[in-house]
């Protein structure tokens, strides 16, 4: 991927090197990644989640010294989040959609504070609408390549990509009308929402990079198989499957490894939000 003409953000929140005692912060397995993905990997709304796994008593959070983030990494996240910025402020001005509010990053080690709740790694990385912040652990880039079988740049911008598409299905209301429909349905129908919900995450993570590429040539060769790789490894099926050796279809929440490369790839290929309309598609 192709950087050089992106600036850098300045909405990263480093937090790398913080106290947050919460045990067990050990290495990430795969078994934990794994079922942790399953649950909310790729912005479904975590709260729930993160409120039951923290302890009120045990997280006292305490921030690191030091300056901004300036490694290699953490500078390719900057370049990445401030490519997005300027992509979505872009849409959102051409759609009368009002000015884009644009998120904070955080970067942490381990385990951090949010408004949703205690953080964790294991997790992956998520999206807290009641902040309005993308929470990120760098490691788990290395957990995607080493035990997900998806290396990258690409593939790692598709990640952070995803979890801004969810900050803009926040702030265009998306996310608020379909969690007061799962308050009325079913667990099996909260479920199909929550599809519908991250398939166009990756539809709006395709328009993403449509426009990237379009103003600033950020495509290399192999970057989006590389996306599409990503896409495929962390689809319901294929995660169910190497957790527990089956899959229960009705317990999908971010849909199939088939489904998700078909809304990127929609996204990418037409770079028109319009087109990701996941609620109104009778056939995913």
Partial sequence: MRLDNSRESQNIEDRRGSRLPLGGRGKIGLGTIVLALVAIYF???????????????????????????????????????????????????????????????????????????TGQAAM????????????????????????????????????????????????????????RLRQRASATQANQMSVRVELQADCFAGVWANHSN??????????????????????????QKKSQGYVVPDSFTHGTSAQRVKWFTRGFKSGDTAQCDTFGAQSL
């Fill in 214 to 239: 379009e103003q600033r040539a950020t495509l290399e060769d192999g970057d989006i198989e590389e996306a599409l790789d990503a896409a495929t490894a962390i689809g319901d099926d294929r995660l």
């Fill in 124 to 179: 992956g990385p998520f999206y807290c609408p009641g902040d309005s912040k993308v929470y990120l652990d760098l490691s788990f880039f290395r957990q995607m390549a080493q035990e997900l079988d998806s290396p990258g740049d690409f593939a790692q911008a598709y990640v952070i990509a995803h979890e801004v598409a969810h900050h803009v299905q926040h702030l265009r209301g998306i996310t608020d009308q379909v969690d």
């Fill in 43 to 117: 912005g479904v709304d975590p709260s729930i989640v993160l409120q039951t796994m923290s302890d009120p008593q045990e997280t006292q959070y305490s921030a690191p010294a030091g300056g901004p983030a300036n490694d290699a990494e953490s500078r390719f996240v900057a370049k990445v989040l401030g490519d997005t910025e300027d992509t979505w402020g872009k849409l959102f001005q051409q759609h009368n959609w009002g000015n884009y509010q644009q998120p904070r990053l955080v970067l942490y080690t381990g385990a951090t504070p949010t408004a949703c709740g």
